[in-house]
């Protein structure tokens, strides 16, 4: 761990993004990520409180001579997303994560590496730590479980803050400034495990997806990467046609990350098996071709599997199938006002088949609202023809961009008199806690930045580390600006 961050500036973020990178902080499990940001902010003489949703907020007098600026809260979320390699070993509920640094990138070893959102937590804690800045009053809020369900800022209370102004520091592009967002919802699908007794003499196979990238449901929705769950399903509607009885099918964890593997078992007559095998190897070469562009470590595989005893009865079965081919994954519309921006997608998230139900997860994102009701329309239609059972969230608000936004206008200034060039402006098809802390926090002026990290949600995520030093000085650029 430690010779992963030698060497690095600035060395109080990295410090301790390290120190945080021993605790575990999945979603819904930040109990001792809380407990440790606020005796970190206590042990350095800063005002630390919690609450009852565990969101830790911390204050931080201004500099000497700067008592009149206006006060800045610095904002991230201290959850992460729990994803790893299936043959890794990893409990994400006691395990330290082990970072990795190769070249210019830091990553974990087999797990997620946590930069989406660690890197702003490390970032505020070097911030809190450093007593040679300039600056005037700030705040700094730890958000909860962000990731799945966007909790902390969906039940921030009024008076919790004080600032009027807002940098948030989960955006993932340096040299970009992000003013806006989209909003989200999520919709499943379930059925009754309905199970008939496994065909007598028959043989069971294991089905296998593997090695596809994976990623954020929206950053990542347009690059056109394999979803494992649909390619599974093209491989057991082959099956079924030479009469293939599936006994379970699991793949995702995650609802907004794009499926990178999946498992289905089949029992099917014995003299029909290397049938099978003939088939499965031909979807293997066709969709490998298909995604050799996109997804070169695709593999798609099956081996014999003993003990196979219940399967679905046919109905349930051809609906599971017919549902998870009829239900849309991928980009449903572009944004006809800002170039490459996707408007609105949906991602087929999460199969799971348990011994009382099979269950189906997908998540619908846009920055129009009415587009999100639309994409849960079509996704809940196909449900409801599937015979499941449908149940949805609430989701969550978008973020309407200002372009005339004080704070946007002061971090375009300062990253041009920093870097001698204007930073991008944009707004991201993904959900940022923005959104709802605006809706709470009428009139709080806002703007997301951060360092350039890749593949987040994925055991492939990485932090590009040249870029953390960037970020961290147009950082403090911009808080030694505010008047």
């Known amino acids: 761990m430690a010779n992963a961050i030698d060497g690095l500036k600035p060395a109080l973020v990295w410090k301790y993004f390290a120190e945080i990178s021993l605790v575990p902080r999945g979603s819904k499990n930040e109990a001792a990520i809380g407990k440790y940001l606020v005796d970190t902010a206590r042990k350095l003489g800063l005002a630390a409180e919690q609450d009852a949703t565990g969101n830790v907020l911390a204050r931080k007098p201004a500099s000497r001579g700067r008592e009149g600026a206006q006060s800045v809260c610095l904002q991230g979320h201290m959850d992460m997303v729990c994803e790893k390699n299936k043959d890794t070993i990893h409990n994400f509920l006691e395990d330290p994560l082990q970072l990795v640094r190769k070249g210019n990138f830091m990553t974990a070893n087999g797990t997620t590496l946590g930069a ?15 007593k040679n800045l300039e600056h005037g009053p700030l705040e700094f809020l730890f958000t909860v479980d962000e990731e799945t369900g966007l909790t902390g800022a969906n039940n921030l209370q009024p008076g919790f803050l004080q600032s009027k102004t807002l940098l948030n520091l989960d955006s993932e592009d340096e040299g970009e400034l992000y003013v806006g967002c989209s909003g989200g919802r999520d919709n499943a699908g379930t059925w009754d495990a309905a199970l008939d007794d496994a065909p007598a003499g028959g043989t069971g196979l294991l ?33 079924a046609a030479i009469g293939a009885r599936v006994a379970r099918i699991d793949g995702g964890n995650k609802r907004n990350a794009i499926p990178r593997e999946a498992e289905a078992v089949v029992s099917l007559p014995k003299a029909k098996a290397a049938q099978a095998g003939e088939f499965v190897e031909q979807m293997n070469q066709a969709i490998k071709a298909e995604l050799a562009t996109v997804e ?33 994954h991928g980009v449903l519309k572009m944004s006809a006002d800002i170039p490459g921006l996707v408007e609105t997608s949906t991602n087929l998230a999460i199969i799971q088949t348990g011994k009382k139900a099979i269950s189906i997860q997908t998540s619908q994102r846009s920055s129009v609202a009415s587009e999100i009701d639309e994409a849960a329309q079509a996704v809940c239609a196909v449900f409801e023809l599937g015979g499941a059972i449908v149940t949805g969230s609430d989701g969550y608000p978008g973020w309407k ?30 959900g940022l806690e923005c959104g709802i802390i605006g809706e709470k926090y009428p009139g709080m002026d806002m703007v997301s930045f951060g360092p350039t990290m890749r593949e987040v949600h994925s055991p492939n995520e990485h932090l590009y580390i040249d870029t953390v030093e960037k970020f961290y000085a147009f950082l403090l650029a911009i808080l030694k600006s505010v008047k």
């Open 116 to 130: 989406d959102n660690g890197i702003a937590v490390a970032t505020c804690l070097a911030v809190m730590e450093d």
């Open 207 to 239: 089905i296998t997806v593997k090695g596809l990238k994976g990623g954020h449901s929206g950053l990542e929705i347009h690059t056109g990467r394999g979803n494992a769950l649909k390619i599974m399903t093209r491989v057991l509607l082959g099956l």
């Open 296 to 328: 070169p470590n695709l593999t798609i595989a099956c081996q014999a599997q003993k003990g196979v005893r219940k399967v679905l009865k046919k109905a349930l079965q051809k609906r599971v199938l017919l549902t998870l081919a009829g239900l849309p």
């Open 401 to 430: 961009p200002n372009i005339e936004s004080p704070i946007l206008k002061r971090a375009q200034s300062t990253y041009k008199s920093l870097y001698g060039k204007d930073p991008a402006v944009k707004a991201v098809h993904a």
